[in-house]
């Protein structure tokens, strides 16, 4: 017989970061709903189950008659007009904010989906959030598959890997109420169901594993495919000092399924657009593209009405590109009515093209190389536990083979006091043989 874990459902307040486990790796907090009332349905496995009840200061559980069953609760929002807290089952919770920690062997279910590790339930804005706290790496567990098909060569799959796991990393802020979302304006995370053999193999072949710049992780966007030349942050959302998201030649996604597009938008269409960028000149005549950027994007775009002309410029450019309905904004446009536009790609083009990683995993190139590629001037470093420094810290890497020079200096990042993980910087960093070059150099193959 074996012997049941109690599975505990703890009421926090004020004293919300006490009441969340002490970790051994690092955990990232992730939303996965937000509504009036939130179902979470836990199939326990060999644990039994215990629910709040009004909480003393900063903690108090009590116990629910254990069963061999799933036990289930519905929490919702109480008070009038403004609320105050959190309902369990119809019954006011006493509190605003509730954990469910994880258990060996149960998983959570929510909205459809099953997640590992705890939940935490907050009141915010009439609504429940649950946001689900996940050991870092489980996370990208159900992140892969979810952006990328589990099909794809190893060497893809582990390069999405890494970026996944250096995006939640370089999201991670104690201040907010959580580090992330599980949707595309975020990365996708789709949970236990999206786990699948490769892309775990994946995650295991890269623990722990960033790409960093400036002591810091790097900001790894991505993108399905560059049309055959990245992006630079600064062009798609004016964002600056990321020289590592540079403009550049990207033949590796020659060839994709989106290769060369095109799309009609009746004048009506273009012109309603128009107008909520501010281009109010009358019935329009022509729409031109009248600057491109290096990477074959729109940077100005000119407006001709019988009211005159106006011009869109920078990031606002692109931005009407993608809202007349296209799927990326590397494209040209002709004629007024319908207004046809003709592109490549599909996506915001910056960082890692998922094609063009999948084109260099076919010619033979490994992760490494792929994030060198993608993300010039970064080095490769790790999430390492360091309980004695509570604060996630940058673990000195070796480079990434790329294609510009930039010695790497690691330094700590903010301090994360929902972790007791660190992410530390050793004096010198170790030789490893997971950073050999092990294909020739990709120099003279781009620029």
Not at 118 to 135: F, K, P, S, T
Not at 422 to 428: D, F, G, W
């Amino acid at each position: 017989m074996r012997v049941s874990r109690p599975l505990r459902f703890l009421c926090c307040g004020a004293g919300l970061a006490a009441c969340l486990p002490a970790a051994q790796a690092l955990n990232v907090r992730v939303l996965i709903a937000q509504a009036p009332q939130v179902t979470i349905r836990v199939n326990p496995g060999s644990a039994s189950s215990t629910a709040p009840a009004a909480p003393a200061n900063p903690v108090s559980t009590s116990s629910v008659p254990a069963s061999s069953a799933a036990s289930s609760w519905t929490v919702g929002v109480s008070g009038a007009g403004q609320v105050t807290g959190l309902t369990l089952n119809g019954q006011p919770a006493g509190n605003a904010t509730l954990y469910l920690p994880p258990a060996p062997g149960s998983r959570v279910d929510i909205a459809g989906k099953s997640y590992r590790g705890g939940v935490l339930l907050r009141a915010q804005a009439g609504a429940v959030q649950a946001i689900n706290v996940v050991e870092v790496d489980d996370y990208v567990r159900g992140v892969v598959a979810s952006e990328m098909p589990a099909s794809w060569p190893a060497g893809a799959l582990a390069a999405q890997a890494i970026i996944a796991r250096t995006y939640v990393a370089a999201r991670i802020n104690p201040a907010q109420p959580y580090d992330t979302c599980a949707t595309e304006s975020c990365q996708v995370y789709g949970g236990v169901a999206a786990e699948k053999p490769s892309t775990d193999a994946a995650v295991r072949s890269t623990a722990g594993q960033v790409v960093a710049f400036g002591g810091k992780a790097a900001t790894t966007y991505f993108s399905s495919d560059s049309g055959g030349y990245t992006a630079s942050a600064a062009e798609v959302w004016n964002m600056k000092g990321l020289p590592y998201l540079p403009a550049q030649a990207d033949p590796f996604s020659l060839g994709g399924p989106r290769g060369q597009w095109d799309l009609s938008v009746p004048q009506a269409q273009v012109q309603a657009i128009a107008s909520r960028y501010g281009a109010r000149v009358g019935p329009l005549a022509s729409v031109v593209v009248s600057k491109m950027s290096e990477s074959g994007r729109p940077q100005e775009i000119t407006f001709t009405g019988t009211g005159g002309t106006f011009k869109l410029q920078g990031a606002e450019a692109g931005g009407f590109i993608r809202a007349l309905g296209a799927g990326s904004s590397r494209a040209t446009l002709r004629g007024i009515n319908p207004l046809v536009v003709s592109g490549t790609g599909q996506g915001h083009g910056v960082g890692l093209s998922q094609y063009g990683a999948l084109g260099m995993a076919k010619k033979g190139y490994d992760h490494l190389h792929i994030l060198g590629f993608y993300y010039p001037g970064t080095v490769l470093s790790a999430l390492a536990a360091a309980p004695q420094e509570p604060g996630p810290r940058l673990a000195g890497g070796e480079r990434l083979p790329t294609w510009h020079q930039a010695a790497p200096l690691l330094t700590p990042l903010v301090s994360n006091s929902m972790v007791s993980t660190s992410l530390v910087c050793p004096s010198a960093p170790p030789k490893t043989d997971l950073l050999a070059d092990r294909h020739a150099p990709l120099a003279g193959v781009v620029q």
